[in-house]
Structures are given as structure tokens and as C-alpha cells.
């Protein structure tokens, strides 16, 4: 378990019998080693992990010892759960609770050293204890600790002299920590001390002596507290010549100046003229008071008067200015609210993890300030004159929204060091796909270092796991050099709990916001959602996400958003999803306040919408400019294609269609794919319930790949922005689903491994056939990026409900006509091409005669053309190759190509037979012969070293000829 140091001020715990309820109390007040110690929590305190547990008799406890050996600054758990073991989670009867009623739960241990069976010679120093329920395992988790969630600690004392406060009540955190006191000028405060034997017992605050006891176990007293600021009391026992000492610190309110807010600032982090100072300011209504504790100069993580901040004539701001910085220097900084709460500053740039930072290799964040020792919580970072970046695109601009061809990745899955520097030496690859647009799963701090990113917590800084800002600015510029536009992620539904957003407003005792939170709703309104939900109604709210949105515009030079989940973004009520997804204007309200704002100043910026709610609101979104997402369905109508199941209206792939019946788009705005970050891989599902006819079978991955070339035909021909998840393009076929040891928990759709790490399986760039679904994804992306006139036409119609599927799009000056057979056996294509002629099939150099009417075309199971009115060449730089084709076909590729002196022929016969080989202009004219010969059944290489040696630069045809069948390869000579 984690182990957090919440170390703040030194004293212990209160007595049993104390008049101040408290987490935890035990007897003897003094415990020794191989006494007996019976240990009693109050589960209304601290965490309130079992406050009011509905089965009060299934409480266990966990415990362990730290001794003289313990690590981790000897906070470390030894001999857990006593010689007996005990599993976390487990009801291991030695280890049971017993409940005393009013959320009072007990367990007693019969002498320490023995119940946990600690070696003679070693020294216990203290006691570590949770108590827990006994399914701790078993979906959330339910413990009783420290109000942080840390383990709770009772020590374990000798026989010389010891003292420590018993009230004002402590937490049993590592080195113990009070409670929350808040106190103020002329208040006054009780105090009591106790002592382990009759002892001389001395009382001082602020260093002058207020009572004193002598031959006494106890000290009490009610001093009034006369000055404002921090606030030292003292309790000490002679015994003798020794000395001992306990303490408790806190701070005396002195009252809160009220002031205006200075001129020109704004919430969150201000950096002022010089560089040596800063005024930061809170949004933080009817709090009483906030202060700024850090490691600025003079600060040193304590209240101050000096850095309390200042309150607002209206009481919603707190601010302050800190002077004297040096330039350059990160400074670590928490807001201290009502003198117990510590947050970071909801709008930093960036924050320190003290569970999470020691995880970062320095290769990816460079310098990487270490955690304040001894605090606890996240921390914010400021820092005047920090190093800029130099831009080198200042004025890129993106595709037209209806031509974007998206990349979605998700950083830690796509490079497997996790780092904006890889990822900048990784876009050749993408630019080599035809790509024009990047789009990143969530960037910003989340919880932890491994996730998907939907779990946000600090939306202004970019996640350290992935590297520096300026790293991600030198990807972001170097995407932009390469005419490639990134687009950000963002979850403006909901945030979780590591947030400040919902730290400053949070009701503990039901674990959720409080009904004061600004921005959060206390119980999200809806059918369902995820985390702490936003309310977008509610001011605070708008202007936060407002602030956001126009942040990575400018800043980071982003280019557009997806938004996740906004069918969330309303407070309109609804108990089922078919409530929830009826036609909300309130919501499209909303997200028509959110676009105005950003296409305000960046007009062209993209904004696509994870909407997912009735077609009408979809069509007034995608009427107002926005881009909405095709959704699950389109995913899973490819795969039945993919697999080869048509049956009752199966793979019916019109959803993909902006204006078909299924969606009634009047603009081409809709964001289809056949893969998203939260669908199943489709090879996955090929290989493995792929249909099977005869000898012919999906589940064979060189015919599953020829497929997933023959969906991508359709998918990339249909007008409309198009999207791949990452590794699409070469088949990516480990289960969305699969753990990182490559187990799928069963039944299969268990998602408990769905977030965890894949790794990037970079090494399908060494198989050709997986290089061949590359090559065609890429030929027809560039068909797409070259002939955008043809798809932006509106003049389209198609058939893709059947297993025989067309679409037919027309132009001007080129038209195309794609024909694919998805079914499992052979079939024919009932097809009119739009005139009569030659029409050129883009993806083989082979040409067929259109009648102008409706004529057959056979297919065999998983073939596909697309055919073009015009011989387009210049798309292709990279050659397409074709090798795994039915067995009684010829085979054959060249690889490398574009060709070197290394390249190859590889043929495959299904026969004895001749076989010709020549290479062609593209005019069809003969240039060379490469072979002429019988060969026999089987694979055959041909170098072609000899061949193209001295041929000029350009594109050429090699035609292969063999029992009646032929070929073409395009083959580029650089």
C-alpha cells in the first residue's frame, strides 16, 4: 500500500477518556513492548471510509509493525497480520473487529511482540493499523485511515520518561499531526497533556510558562490566545535530569484584510513585470480564510501572517502578491484553506506527485524538481522567466474539416518511452501514411502516470509522463512542419478526486462534492456518467472550461478539441439513456457557448463531439459547425463485415454515410472510423470469430488482413472526415481487452484489463503482409489528399448492406466507383459504372471496360477494386503490394519499394507454369524484361538489382503474366 509522510508537526493522540472524539484512541495510554493493547476507532473521523457501513459485523483489521529495521524512513510494515499472514482483503478470524455500535469498532492485541511474532533483539518502534472491511478486494475498496487516506500509526514507547498532548486531539499519521484547529484572536483553547509516570509537567505557549504541575500525570489548562499568526504550546516532563518534550502548532487568525483585486489579473497564477513577482488568485466562496504556504523565500510551508491571502470586497477571491523571486526559479506552493486544507492552484502549468513523480525517467523530464520533503498533497510550480519556446509555425493552417484523415494514439501505447521525443521522431511514419491530423488521447495530469487520461485532475498542465511543455510544444510545431494538425482530448464532463476543483468543495462524510461546489455537481443529474460531474450551467464552470479551451489554443498552438462525452454537459434530469439522449437545447446551448468562444479567436479550429445522442440533436450540432463522432455502432458493423457475418441486415455500413437515413447530416461532419481508442480491435476479432467457408477462413491472418484492405476501400472512399486508431493501418490484433501478460479475463468483455498498458508492436513493420494493409491505407489516403475536389462532391450513391458492397462518387473531372466482396465465397457485383470506357483500378495498375450499364463483375471472397474514370498515378510513392491471394491465383510483390538495389520479386504460382515479366512506362510501353521462364509450384525470388540499374527516376509498371493470369506493381525509382 502507499505510504505517505504526512509530516507537519510533532505530538500524539488523544486519551480514551478524553471529551474530544477522535479517529483513534487505545489503552494503555502509553503501550510498552509485550504489553496487551486494545485499540478503538471512530469510523465518523478521518477518512470516513466506514462511517455508517451497512455490515458492521464484517470488519477486520490490518496491522504490521515498524521496528529498528523498517525502510522508507521507517514507515515500512513489518511481520503484517502477525505470523499467521492474512491477505489484504481476506477474513482471516484472528484479524476480526468488533463493532461496539455508533460506527465504534475495537480490536484488541494480546502482547505486541508476540502477536506479531517480532524477533527478540529488535526494537518495535510503532504500530501500523487500518481497519477494513472484509471484501477490501472486491470493487471499492472500504478502509478507515487518516483523513488523507494514509495508514495509521501508534507507538510503542519504553520505560523512560514520555509526554504527549491528549487534547487538543491528534491524527495517527506517521508523526502525528492535530486536528484541524481554528482559532482566532481573544479565543480561547483547552489543552491537556499526559505523561507515563509522575513527572514535573510544564505548559508554555509561545514560549512563556502558563501552568505548571508537579509529582502529576496530567497538566491541563484554557489559555486565551491574545496574538494573531503562528502559534507554538509546548508540554514538557522532567524527570530528573531528562527532558521531554511534545508540541503542538497551529495558527491564530488574526482577521482577513479585504482588497480589491489588482488590475489585469486573473484566476490562477499571474506573472508581473521584472520576473521577481507574482500574484496568485483563488476562486474560493464563504471560505474563512486561505493562505499561501511554499518555498518561497521566508515562507518555508508554514501559515504566516505574511502570506495569508486577501479577500475580496464580495468574499469569492482570495489573493496575494509574493515579491522577491529570482528569476528562472521553480518555486513549490499549496493554498492552505481554513488552516487544514492543502490544494494546488486548479490553473497551474505544473504540479509535483509525490506518489507519482519518482516514476519518471529523467530521459523523458529532464531536471524534474524533487518533492518538498515532508509535505503531503499536490504541489503547483511557479516560476517567472521560465524558458520559452521558439516557434517555428506561426501560421499553419489545417485541412478543410470535411478532408481531415485523423490519427488517434494514445502516447504511452503508441511509443513505448512514453515521450514527446520519440513521438517527434516518429511523425516521418505518419506523414508517410497521408495523415493530416493527429489526435491525442488526454494529455493533461491525471491520476497516475499509467492511464488513458480520462481521469483528469489539473487541465492547464501538461502530464510530466510524457515529457516537458516545451517537448510538447517542439511535437505540436514539429506536426505543423510536417502539415499535420494536433488535436487535443478533453473531458469537460468530469474531473476526479485529486482535483482542486472538487478538494475545495467536498462533502467527506458521502464522498462526493458538496452542494456548495461551484463547478461540480453534488450528484450528477443524468442517467450516467464518470467521476465528479461538471455542471456547465453554473458560471464558474463556464469560465474555467472558457479559460481552458482559449489556453491550448494559444499557448501550445493546438488546433482543434474532441470532446469527450458531451452528451454529459447537461443539468436536465433524466433516469434511463433514453431520456438522457433525447433532444436536449440546453446542451446544444451550452456547446454552442463553448464553440462561439474558441472559433471567436481561432475560426478555424476543429471541435468534434463525442455526442452519441438522438440524430436530431447531432444534426442541429453538426449544423452549427461542430464535428460529431460516429460511435460504437460503425465499429461493429465493420466487424461483421471484416468477419464475414451478413445475415438479418448484418454490416450494413451506411452509418458512415454524413447524410444516409441513418444519419441525415446536411454537411459532411461526421468523424466515421472503424476503430476508436474504446472499441475492439477488428484483426482481433478476425482471427478469432472470423466465419469460415471451406478452405477459405478469416481467422487466417494473411486472408483477415486482405480484408481489412477491402473495409478500408469503402470506409476511406465515403466523403467526410476519417479517423484510425493507431496501428489500424497495420492491423493491430491484440484484444482491447487482453492484460499485459496477454491474458483476456473471462467472459470475454470483462474490462478489468481494458486499460492497461499494449504494448506498441512496432516490429509489423517487418511483416510485408501487414506493410501491404500500410501501403493501401496509405494509397488511398493520398487518393484522398490529391482528388479533394472528387471528395468533397455531393454527388454519391452506393449499396452497403449486402455482402457485395459499392460506392459510386462523381466529379467533374474524375469519378470513382469502389467494389468489394465481403462475403466468404465467391460472388458477383452487379455494378453500373457512371460512363462507358476504360476505368483504371487505382490499387493494381489493371484497367476494365465499363458498358456505361448495369454489368457482373466476379469477385472472389474478400476481393475489392476501386476502379477510377482517369489512370491516377501520382498518389502512390509507396508500391502496393499483393501477395496472399486466394490459392488458385497468381501472386506477387516487389519489397523494398520504392526500389533499391536490395529490391525483390517474389512470386508465388499455384502451379507449374511460364512466367513473363516485363517492366512498363505507365503508358504501357515496354522498357525491360525481367524474366521469362517456367517455373514450378511455390515461391520464387527474383532480384532486380540488374534491371532497374540506370533507369530514370519515375513510376513504372511491372506487368507479370502467368497460365492466363496477370499483374501489375508499381514500382518507383527514386
Known amino acids: 500500500m502507499k505510504r505517505l509522510l504526512p509530516a507537519l508537526l510533532l505530538g500524539l493522540l488523544c486519551v480514551p477518556v478524553c471529551a474530544f472524539a477522535q479517529l483513534l484512541t487505545w489503552t494503555p495510554l502509553f503501550p510498552k513492548d509485550n504489553d496487551n493493547i486494545t485499540i478503538t476507532l471512530d469510523a465518523t473521523k478521518g477518512n470516513q471510509g466506514l462511517n455508517n457501513y451497512s455490515n458492521p459485523e464484517n470488519i477486520y483489521v490490518h496491522v504490521g509493525v515498524t521496528t529498528n529495521l523498517s525502510n522508507n524512513g521507517g514507515q515500512q510494515w513489518l511481520y503484517v497480520n502477525g505470523p499467521g499472514g492474512g491477505a489484504w482483503g481476506s ?144 508540554a514538557e516532563a522532567i524527570d530528573g535530569a531528562t527532558s521531554v518534550k511534545d508540541s503542538v502548532k497551529f495558527f491564530v487568525n488574526g482577521g482577513v484584510t479585504t482588497a480589491p483585486l489588482p488590475t489585469g489579473v486573473k484566476d490562477g497564477i499571474n506573472y508581473l513585470a521584472g520576473n521577481t513577482s507574482v500574484v496568485l488568485v483563488l476562486y474560493a466562496p464563504n471560505k474563512g480564510r486561505v493562505s ?13 501572517t505574511s502570506n495569508q491571502m486577501k479577500r475580496t470586497p464580495d468574499g469569492n477571491y482570495w489573493w496575494l502578491q509574493i515579491d522577491g523571486l529570482t528569476a528562472s526559479t521553480e518555486y513549490a506552493f499549496q493554498y492552505l484553506v481554513d488552516g487544514s486544507l492543502k490544494i494546488a492552484d486548479p490553473y497551474t502549468e505544473k504540479i509535483l506527485d509525490p506518489s507519482n513523480d519518482g516514476f519518471i525517467p529523467a530521459t523523458v523530464y529532464p531536471g524534474l524538481k524533487a518533492y518538498p520533503a515532508g509535505q503531503t498533497g499536490i504541489v503547483s510550480i511557479v516560476q517567472t522567466s521560465a524558458p520559452t519556446y521558439n516557434w517555428k509555425n506561426n501560421s499553419f493552417t489545417g485541412a478543410d474539416k470535411r478532408n481531415l484523415i485523423i490519427y488517434e494514439l494514445l502516447v504511452r501505447d503508441f ?21 493530416n491530423a493527429i489526435e491525442l488521447m488526454p494529455v493533461t495530469e491525471f491520476e497516475g502516470n499509467d492511464s488513458w487520461g480520462y481521469n483528469p485532475s489539473f487541465s492547464f498542465a501538461p502530464d510530466k509522463y ?64 464518470f467521476g465528479d460531474d461538471f455542471n456547465h450551467e453554473s458560471a464558474a464552470t463556464k469560465y474555467f472550461w472558457k479559460r481552458m479551451f482559449d489556453f491550448w489554443m494559444r499557448e501550445y498552438k493546438m488546433d482543434g478539441f474532441r470532446m469527450d462525452f458531451t452528451k454529459g454537459l447537461t443539468q436536465k434530469a433524466s433516469g434511463n439513456d433514453a431520456q438522457f439522449s433525447a433532444y436536449d437545447q440546453s446542451r446544444v446551448d451550452i456547446l454552442r457557448s463553448y464553440g462561439d468562444t474558441i472559433w471567436k479567436n481561432f475560426p478555424s479550429a476543429y471541435i468534434i463531439l463525442e455526442h452519441l445522442a438522438a440524430t436530431n440533436e447531432e444534426q442541429a450540432l453538426q449544423n452549427l459547425g461542430f464535428l460529431l463522432w460516429g460511435g460504437k455502432r460503425d465499429n461493429v458493423v465493420f466487424n461483421e463485415a471484416t468477419m464475414g457475418y451478413h445475415n438479418a441486415g448484418g454490416s450494413n455500413l451506411s452509418s458512415i454515410v454524413y447524410n444516409s437515413a441513418e444519419r441525415g447530416f446536411s454537411n459532411p461532419h461526421l468523424v466515421a472510423y472503424m476503430e476508436s481508442h474504446d472499441e475492439e480491435r477488428l484483426m482481433y476479432k478476425n482471427i478469432t470469430y ?76 517487418q511483416d510485408i503482409k501487414r506493410q501491404r494493409l500500410y501501403d493501401v491505407t496509405s494509397a488511398l489516403i493520398k487518393l484522398r489528399n490529391t482528388q479533394t475536389t472528387m471528395f468533397n462532391s455531393t454527388s454519391f450513391s452506393y449499396d452497403l448492406v449486402g455482402a457485395v458492397k459499392y460506392f459510386k462518387i462523381n466529379s467533374a473531372d474524375l469519378s470513382a466507383l469502389v467494389v468489394a466482396n465481403l462475403d466468404v465465397v ?43 474514370s482517369k489512370n491516377i498515378v501520382n498518389a502512390v510513392t509507396t508500391p502496393v503490394i499483393d501477395i496472399d491471394r486466394p490459392a488458385n491465383e497468381l501472386g506477387a510483390l516487389v519489397y523494398p519499394n520504392p526500389a533499391s538495389p536490395a529490391s525483390v520479386l517474389r512470386v508465388n504460382l499455384p502451379r507449374t507454369a511460364q512466367l513473363r515479366a516485363e517492366l512498363q512506362t505507365m503508358q504501357g510501353q515496354a522498357v525491360r524484361s525481367v524474366f521469362s521462364g517456367t517455373l514450378s509450384t511455390g515461391e520464387h525470388r527474383i532480384m ?20 492466363r493470369q496477370h499483374q501489375y506493381i508499381k514500382i518507383m525509382i527514386p
Not at 499561501?292 to 504566516?304: A, H, L, M
Not at 532486380?944 to 497460365?963: C, H, M, P, Q, W
Open 292 to 304: 499561501v504556504i511554499g518555498d518561497f523565500p521566508g515562507n518555508n510551508w508554514t501559515e504566516q
Open 826 to 868: 465467391v460472388a458477383n457485383a452487379s455494378v453500373s459504372f457512371q460512363s462507358a470506357g476504360t476505368w483504371y483500378d487505382y490499387l493494381t495498375g489493371g484497367t476494365i471496360t465499363a458498358t456505361g450499364s448495369l454489368q457482373t463483375i466476379p469477385l472472389q471472397p474478400g476481393e475489392y477494386h476501386v476502379y477510377l
Open 466 to 529: 510524457y515529457g516537458t511543455k516545451n517537448k510538447l510544444k517542439e511535437f505540436i510545431d514539429s506536426c505543423h512542419s510536417k502539415k499535420i494538425a494536433v488535436i487535443m482530448d478533453v473531458v469537460p464532463n468530469h474531473v476526479y478526486g485529486q482535483s482542486p476543483l472538487a478538494q475545495l468543495y467536498w462533502n467527506a462524510a458521502q464522498n462526493r462534492p458538496a452542494a456548495n461546489n461551484p463547478w461540480l455537481n453534488e450528484v450528477q443529474p443524468h442517467a450516467f456518467g
Open 415 to 435: 511509443v513505448a518511452t512514453h515521450s514527446w521525443q520519440t513521438m517527434i521522431d516518429t511523425l516521418s511514419y505518419l506523414q508517410r501514411l497521408g495523415i
Open 944 to 963: 532486380l538489382t540488374d534491371k532497374i540499374n540506370n533507369l530514370a527516376a519515375g513510376i513504372y509498371l511491372l506487368k507479370i503474366e502467368s497460365d
Open 690 to 765: 472470423g466465419n469460415v467457408s471451406g478452405s477459405y477462413s478469416v481467422k487466417n491472418d494473411s486472408i483477415a488482413l486482405r480484408r481489412m484492405e477491402a473495409a478500408s476501400s469503402l470506409f476511406f472512399m465515403v466523403p467526410g472526415p476519417k479517423m484510425i486508431w493507431q496501428f489500424g493501418e497495420r492491423g493491430y490484433d491484440k484484444s482491447i481487452f487482453a492484460c499485459p501478460d496477454n491474458t483476456i479475463p473471462q467472459p470475454y468483455g470483462n474490462e478489468s484489463c481494458k486499460l492497461t498498458p499494449k504494448e506498441p508492436r512496432w516490429q509489423y513493420m
Open 91 to 234: 477474513a482471516t478470524p484472528a484479524l476480526k473487529a468488533t463493532s461496539l455500535g455508533n460506527n465504534k469498532y475495537q480490536f484488541t492485541i494480546n502482547n505486541i511482540r508476540t502477536f506479531f511474532g517480532v524477533p527478540a533483539g529488535e526494537t518495535i518502534q510503532k504500530i501500523g493499523i487500518l481497519f477494513r472491511d472484509a471484501n477490501a478486494d472486491a470493487g471499492q475498496v472500504r478502509k478507515a485511515a487518516n483523513a488523507d487516506g494514509t495508514d495509521m500509526y501508534i507507538p510503542v514507547y519504553t520505560a523512560n520518561a514520555a509526554v504527549r498532548f491528549t487534547v487538543p486531539p491528534f491524527q495517527p499519521t506517521f508523526v502525528p499531526t492535530p486536528e484541524t484547529i481554528t482559532k482566532a484572536v481573544n479565543d480561547n483553547i483547552s489543552l491537556t497533556a499526559n505523561s507515563n509516570k509522575p513527572v514535573t509537567l510544564n505548559l508554555y505557549l509561545n514560549g512563556t510558562l502558563i501552568q505548571t504541575a508537579s509529582a502529576a500525570t496530567s497538566i491541563s489548562a484554557t489559555p486565551t490566545l491574545t496574538a494573531g499568526g503562528n502559534t507554538t504550546i509546548i
